[in-house]
Every structure is written in structure tokens, then in C-alpha cells.
């Protein structure tokens, strides 16, 4: 099957610096990366009150950012963590020490998952997918979870109405002006923008999850081009 993913680790700009500044990069270059974490965790203390999250499975885990406040609210919890790049994964290694977490190096798009999560986490990387390869990895994600498990789901997104696509790209790019560390960051993440995020619409993204099974789709933040979407089995 041709490979769904559009890009290699390498060709990702934070993939030669990640711990080193990454955090402070993808705060600056993604609008609404605060709140959008922090309306995972108000899903997460939502879902925790009513099930036993045990066995958490996270795609492309990063320096292990969105983990690190995952694992501190439910430290029991198993997880699984994917991620192509060495270098990012190296980062979260470090941070994640003291939790259990299993590390698999490679592209998520090309692996087979355990069928027994309760949740599925992945936060800005699915955008690197092509539309069929996010069509395939969401019943992928539908297939790994038990029956009640829940999909959190965070990414950059465009929409079918062409003037609200444009004038979120504008502002999109206005955010990176205003918030860049320097020239060279600015740059380097409008090149990433422009030429390596491949957007699908948001409106076509949670038709696509309901097609592949999942019974509740909701979107619980929308900032920008910036979404959370919590899909639930
Ligand atoms: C931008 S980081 C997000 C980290 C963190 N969740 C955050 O919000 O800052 C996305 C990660 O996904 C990884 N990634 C993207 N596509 C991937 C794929 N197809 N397979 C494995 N990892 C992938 C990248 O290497 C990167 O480390």
C-alpha cells in the first residue's frame, strides 16, 4: 500500500532541537495550545470519573508534553507511546522517567495496535496524514479501543466554508508573525505550515470518525485552525 504519511522525521523542523526549545516553539506556533491542553485534561477528569483509565495509547508522543499532564492526573495508567522521531522520543523519555510507558519508534500509520485501550490520545500529527491515511488510521484508533473508550483527538484543521478556511489560514500566519522566537523560527514554521501540514476539514474529519464506528463525535474547542475533537466508541 503507498505510504500515507507526507513527510519523514527529518523533514520535520523540531525533530534537530525538540527538548531543547520545542516547547516553547509549539506553544508559540500552534494558537490555542494552552487551552487546548487544557480542555484535554478537563475531558480526561470528565472521562476518569465515570471509567478506570487504565491503558492509554498515544500517537506521535512528541517530548511527551501532552503525556506529562495526563500521566500526573492518573499516574497508574499504562501508556503506550508512538512516535517516528528519535530525537523527540529521546525528549519524552527523559521527562516520562519516573511513569510506566512503552516506546515504539516508528510511523503509526504503518503499525498494528493492541485492541484493549481505553483511550487513544494524539495531539498535533495527524495532520501529516493524507485523507486516506487519516480515514485509515481513525477506524485504525476505532479498532484499538474496548467498547466505551474515547479518542481525544487534537490537531490543526481547515474547514469547507473557503472564507472561514482563508481567514483562519490569514490569521494563522498572523499568530506565527506575532508570536515566532526569531526570524529563523518564523520562517521555518511558516514553511511547515505552508508546505508540510496537510489540513482536511473538520466538518469532513468527524463525518469520517462516525463512518468508521464511533458513536458520539463532539468538538470541544475550536480556536483558529486549532480543534479538539473527543470521539467516544
Ligand atoms: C508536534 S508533536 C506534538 C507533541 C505534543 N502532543 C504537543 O502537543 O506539543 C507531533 C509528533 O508526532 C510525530 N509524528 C507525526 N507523524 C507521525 C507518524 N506518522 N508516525 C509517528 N509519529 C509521527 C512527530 O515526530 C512529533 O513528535
Known sequence: ???TTNVNAGDL????????IYDDDIRRSIPGHDKLHKEIINTFREYEKHHEVMKILELGIGTGLTSEKILELIPTASLTAVDFSEQMMSGAKKRLAKFNV???LGDYSEM?????????????????QKDEG??????????SLKTGGVFIFGD?????????????????????VENARDEKSLEEWAHHHKFLNLLAPLEDQTAWLKVVGFSNVE?????LNTALIVATK
Open 1 to 3: 500500500m503507498a505510504k
Open 13 to 20: 523542523n523540531y525533530d534537530k532541537y525538540a527538548d531543547k
Open 102 to 104: 512503552e516506546y515504539l
Open 112 to 128: 498494528n495496535f493492541d485492541t484493549d485501550f481505553d483511550m487513544v490520545v494524539s495531539v498535533i500529527g495527524i495532520h501529516h
Open 134 to 143: 487519516k480515514k485509515l488510521l481513525f477506524s485504525k484508533i476505532f479498532d
Open 156 to 176: 490543526l484543521v481547515t474547514y469547507k466554508d473557503k472564507h472561514k478556511a482563508a481567514v483562519n489560514d490569514s490569521r494563522h500566519y498572523h499568530h506565527l
Open 219 to 223: 468538538v470541544r474547542y475550536e480556536y
